[in-house]
Structures are given as C-alpha cells and as structure tokens.
C-alpha cells in the first residue's frame, strides 16, 4: 500500500478518482449532502452537470459523515456527461479500476487499470467468442438479423468480458465490484452487437449506423458484472467503416494535436486510413486483403512456435536464413516475415517487378505443380513439417494485390487533400500486424511510402492504448468527441483513376519508380 | 381526434411532444440514425446533450424507416439533461401522457396530462398511505430510520401512485405505458421517501437534506408503472423544511418573473412563506399552529356534508346566520369558516382585541363549564349532533396565536429586506386552506396585512399546478433550478425581536391599530 500512497500523494491531478474535502454542515451551510460533493466536485473540475445514480445518492449521507466529510470520489464522462461512479473512503485502501477494451472482431483484448494510479493490474486476451458463429462481421451481421441471432452474439461478447474481468479480478487479488469504469473501443459492428443494437442497416447502402455516439451506458445494463454503479464508453464510429476503435487510435497517436501532417494506418484484412494534424482529419478504409495477414497465404502462419518470424536471403549466396519462433524446425511464416520474403525475393531478383517468381533466378528452388508455379522456400529436411515449405505464384499474386490496394489508398487520400507521401511528417503505424512488420521491406515492395524510416512511428494495439488513456485521465473524453466529429470520411470511389493508381501500384514496387528512391534496383 | 389533431397545428412549439421530419439518409448523408435524430432536435430546441436509454436506440433505426424518417419525440429534461423519453408515430394517434403529483404529507393529488395538448385527461386524490405509520412527518422520520422502515414508507408512496396510475388510465381510457413524464412536488421529506433517500438528518441540526436537486430518475428505478423509458422529475428542494412543493408554487405564481416584488403565502400547519421578484427571493417557513385548518378547535371540522363553511353574524340582530355543505343541519365548521367567525365575533364585540369572549355582549351564548369559558355557536335544537356547537376560550386562543405566528413571519420577512407590507404589489395564496379563506376575515383578524384586497390572488393546489406547468411546456425546467438557486432562506431565529413582534400581533387585529386601517373599530 505504500506505492499507493505514493502514487497518490504524486498523483496526476487529472485521474478520474478524485480526492475532496467538503465544508462541514453547519446551520449556515445547510446545503444538502449530495448537492454539497457534487457542487465541490463541479468547481475542482470546472465542470457543471455532474450526476449520481438514487443507488449512490441513498448512500452518500452515511458515507460523507462516517469519513468527515472527506471523499474520493469516482467519476467517469463521456465528454457531455459526467456522472459519479462511486465514492471511496478517504484513505487509500479503497481502490477504484477500469478495464479498457479491445472489442476486436477476431481477438478481444481486456486491461485492468487502477483508475488513481493509471497503472496496469493486469491484462488478458480471448478470441472472440462469436467466431463461433463465424469469422467475419458479415456472417455476424446476418445471423443478428433475428432476435435470437442478436442476443446470442450479445451474449457471446458479455460471457467472454464476464469470465476475461473474473480472470483479471483474481489475477489482481481485486473484486469485479472495484469496476467503476469500461473504456471500450471496437469497430462499428462490434460496438453494435455489445450494446444488442441492430447492425443491418450497417452493411445495407447507404450504411447506416443505429448509433454512432452512443455515449456512456451503465454496466448493470449490459449485463457487464462491475460496480452497479459502473459506466461502460464506447468510442463513437464515424461511420458503417470507421469504428471507434480506429477515433481510440487517433487519440493514442496523438496526431490531432499535432501542428504537422502526420497518417495512421491499421494495417489488416481492412487498411483503415487517417491522415490529418490538429486542424482537419481526413479518414478511409478499404479492403486491402486478408493476404497482408499471412493467413491466407499456403505457407502462411499465425505467430507460434515454429513459425518464422525473421527471414534474410544473403545476396552473395542467395542462401535464405530465417530464424523461428522458438528456434524450432519451420512449420510455416507469420505475415510480417512474408512481408520480408517477398521484399527480398525482389531485391534479389527472384521475382519480378510484376511479382512473378524468375525461374532462371530460383533455378532448383522452382517448381511447377498441377500448373501452378512456386519455389521451395524451405526445404523438406529442414521442415517441421516434413515437407517442403513453398511459396505459390498465386500467394504472391495475393501479397501484391493487398500491398498495391493499401499503396492506392494511401495515394488517394494525401492526393485528395493535394499532399504528396513527403509532406507526411509522421507515419503511424497501428494494429497487431502493422505493429510487426518491417517498415523497410513493406517500402521495398511500394506497400508504404518511400518516407524515412524515422517518420514510421509503430502504436502497437493502438484500440486498447486508446482506451486504457481514457481511462488513465480525464482529458480524453473532451478529444474524443471533437475527434470523431472532425473526421471527414472519403468513401473510397472505386472509379477509373482509383484503378489506374492501382495498376501502377500492382508493380515492385511501383510503375513509378522515382516514387521509391531509396529501393535499391534489384540484379536482372 | 378531430380535436387532438387541431390541437396539434395549432400546438404550442414548446411543448415536450416535438415533431420532426428528418433529412432521408443517403451516401452523402450516412449520419447513423440516433444522431440524426438527436442532432436534429438539439437544433430544433437549441440545445445540446440530448441522451436517449439504450432501449430507444435499439428500436429507434427500425421506427424511423417505418416512419419515413418522421417522428414525434418524447422528450423530459430536469433543466441540466434533456432525455428522449420515447418516440411516437408522427399520426397522432399514439399519445403521450403526463402526470403530475402534488406529494402532499396528508394527501396525494395526481392529474393525468396530455403531453402534446397540454390538456388534463384526469385527476385523482388519495390520502397519503403514509398516515397510517403516523399523521405528522415526524414519526414517518423515526419510523424511516431503520432500513425496512424506509422502504416500507417508499413502497406506500409507490403502491398509492401505482393505484392512482391505474385509475386514471383506466377513467382517460390509455395505459400506464403511454406515461413518459412525470412531475413531482412534495416538501423534503416526501421527495426523500419517494425516492428512499434516507430523511434523518432532515431533522437533526444542522439539518441536511441527503439531496436537495436530485434532477430525474428513472421511473422503473422507483418502481412506478409507466413507460420504461418514463422519467420522474423531482422539484427541488431548498432545505429541510422549504420543499419541492414550494417552489413548485413559485413556479406557478410567475412571481419569480415579476419586476415588482410579490409575497407567496402557503397557509396550512406551517406558514411557509417567499417574499421577492424576477431579481431576488427570500423564503422562511413557521409552525403557524394546526389551529389554522380547523382541524384542532373542537368544533373545527375537515370539509364534508352538514359542515359550516359560510358564516355571517349580523350586525343589527346580531344573530348568527350560517350554511352547511349541502345544506345538512350543522355538524362543525371548517377552517375558513372557522376565521370568518373570529372575525365576525370581533367586529360585533363578542370577544375584544386580547380575543377573550365578552360574556356581557354574549349573554345568553355565553356559557362556563369546568372553569372553561365558551359560548353556543349553534344551539342543540339546530344542531345535526343534537348538541349545542361550541366555541371555547382555549380554541379562540390558539386561532389567535397561529394568527399572530402568520402575521409576524410576514412581518419578519418583508422587514428582513427592508420592505413594508404596502410594498408588496401581489399577494398569492396557496395551499387547499389557504384557497378557500376570505382575505378580508384575514385581515380583520390580522392575520394577513391590510392591504387592498384587489392584490390578493388565490392560486390554489398551487403545488399540482406547477407540476402540470412542467409538464405542459418545455420552458419550466430551465426556469426551476434557477428558482431554486436564487431562493435566500431565511432561518426565523425566535429571539427577542420575533417574540415582541409576536406578542403585538396577538391582539385583533393588531396592538398597533394604524397598520389595520381598514378594519372598521368594534362596536364596545
């Protein structure tokens, strides 16, 4: 407890968990006990509208006058209202926590946050229960369209949380009831099937959203097991394609404060797009194909043990290194290390511009099955598997798709706001896989701008960053809203000029080749 | 509904039914339904903040393409938040009703409005459940202090409303679910027990109030049959013992709009009392003694057939000429009959200024028993008891000390700020009893100032009717907390002062004769 107490003597003056000491009642001061906490609370904060649940209303008389009129007080916003979440004995054995979400459609990930010291308690990540139904948003959305279907994806999410806050709870020696506040940040869908509000008209044009700002909601409501007083935030979507877990990366970057030009990317099966800087924010999305994942690919693998993670092919001896997870025989190549593959298979002549695998090149590593064109990227003795590990002309064909379509997106949006890749001061990279890859291979290959390597600024899960600072200060939920509010969302027109950006960004690594200057030209 | 639907072209705009029709949702436009909705009426009322329960988002995306993107919203605001209470068909056939509540301490009064024509659909009474854990509020505290006490007192309260309710919706021939809005006025302790506030510290100095401004609370949470959604809006209160009620009635009398300063009386158990204009008020509060209402002279008796309610003695025969209700042979005399006699025994000589009985002038209505003077009001050969109706010593002086307590809280406030009775442009009076006294027997005993009698306005339940107002118009809830926050309560420090003002007005009308100009000199 003295940590706490440290932490709390240095404490942020800006935590959600705030200390007052109230005038006592006096036949002078006569104002009633409610109305005297939430006053003092309103001129600590600058704020006016604070509210409490009858729940804690009932209470707060006993509780002022068993700590002397002394509190700390547990609040939470949504950046309109403000509400108190709970009261806490003035000395620090009390603790107050918030658990910041992920709300991914394959994985969720929950942190558990002490909400005084904005440290972390603990951290857990489950696949999302509703991949039973299926894998995509689409299925999900379909199955939602009855009643049943909805509750039951409802319900999925509400277990998974449930059983991920017992864990966290255990696993910090701490009660779900010390829960006042849930930061959750999930795509459009996923926010609408928490909240069981109906996603169909989402994916039906004109797409449109039941609730983009759906503000605060109490935990009880959702079923969520927390504090009867916690209040679950979503981050508002911008739109049927632009979910609150990318305005929760916006906030974790940073770059609507920034004075320069700065871009996100969520690089993923979608490659989500912000470009902007404190004064205007330009957003898109677009397929960018599952292909960047690695999981589509033949020899292409989640991260695990045998799986390669680090690939280099020597350019004296066209050897190809690659070192595992684990440092056991190869079982398959998570995406980022594809990323590598590829961008040195260039470099080093074994494909082409176009991507099209140089059988002179490959020599004994070329194969041709059943027509199909491929090389040998690990051989049989080497293999895990007992097979050779190959890469197929079609499994390139993907890479190149996605890297061209995610380069084309890219170009649109800074050539809509009549910028060029070099007026970017700041490149932000989001999302598990973004967070992997090599932003010098992903220039190789013209998925990313040739910009220095020192403007890549990797987020991590950028989502739960976001959501865990919203819970670590009170500031955030002022940004929030001015966030989501001056995005501009481009629906990405999939004309004539998209797809001849396209085609010039379907070659290694470009048609353009003054666009990548630093990409060395591969040997013929 | 011919007639509903003119009420409806010819609506007043501010009324909490709000009509709009919505830009249709297209590719250009792909704003998510609940913030088009509210964003549209945020323009419409100039307001912000607008929030709606979970329940309404669900539904709302489906309701609006029933309805072509027009609705009629249900709208109820506490003066901080402004909430959607329910969406209705933008045919008028669906209504929205709501109901108002005068939370008295005796009775229960309840009136059924419809929201859009602010017409009443019906009213209702009841006697406080309560009265059978006790009569006074006192014992209802006591009995409030252990936790089944309280809840046992909340659940009377509910259990009445929840009776009245179902009347009411059964007589206008609607259902409980079409109630969005309900306004509550009661003095402290009531609010407290509706809401289950504990009220103990009400009544121990320095008298706290758990909340004074509890704002809106869900009318499921309180357990009240109405719309899910429904939000019961409490009054606030100033202190302990200047309630919800009473601002109520200030709302109703405009006097906080006024430029020229007004006095609100309300007459009962306690003279509770606000002196002021648009610019300033002034309250304080009294025991003016239960003799007021009648309840306590032996003859003294509630409102009911063969009861005395009009008086009148004349002055030639000095025969004492009377009616009953309904026309009954007398079996007591009500509260405001009650003055009218004092002051007609004062003005014919039957008792002198200290209110004593003046055996000489009495003859033979003058009678001792048991050493206690008191004389035959009504003889036993008129009466409808068979006894003779009389009027002790002891009665007489207690009227005249409620009447002197009545006039010397008057006399405290207007001279507390300066002012003289002949500065006040407006005199409301409010309360049951205090509608049906007649000034001018008041001022004849001194009991309200000689001021003329044009510049008394009897307002009535003044209680339900600024409850219906709040229900009937949006413009209130912006007025209410400001009421409440501009109200100086005045503590009546029962000190010298008070005491010699006190005892001067315990004469009829008043030791100092100029201030009762005029009040014509009894005949000696």
Redesign the interface.
Known sequence: MTGMCFMKNNSNNDRWVVSVDLPM???K???????RLVCALEQKLGI??I?AD?EL??V???MLRRWGYSARCVLFSDG??TTLTGLLDPAPDDIAMGLAVDLGTTRIVTRLIDLESAKTAGETSFENPQTAIGDDILTRIHHASSTEGLEQLHGMIIGGLNNAIRDLCAQAGTDSKNIHAIAVAGNTTMTHLL????PG?IIR???????????M?KAE??GINANPMARVFLFP?V??YFGGDLVSGILFSGMHRLKDTAILVDVGTNAEVVLGNRDWLVACAGAAGPALEGGVAQIGSKAGPGVIDTIFIDPKTKKINFDTIGHKPPLGICGSALLDLIAQLFLNGFIDIRGKLVPEKLREKFEQTDGIPQMVVVPAEQSGTGMPLRLTQPDIDNIIRSKAAMYTILDTITSSVGLGMDDITTFFVAGTFGSMINPKSAISIGMLPDIPLTRFKVLGNSSLEGASLMLSSRAPSKEIGSIQSRIT?L?LNVNQEFMNRFSAAKFLPHTDRSLFPSVPVPEQ
Chains 1, 2 share one sequence.
């Open positions: 009642p006096s036949l001061d006569n104002t009633a006990d409610v109305d006016t509208g509210t009858l209303m009932r707060i008389p006993d309109v209202h909240l069981k509000l109906p008209w044009e004109p797409y449109i959203p039941a609730v983009n700002r759906p503000g909601v409501a959702l979507n739109g049927s969302y629906e």
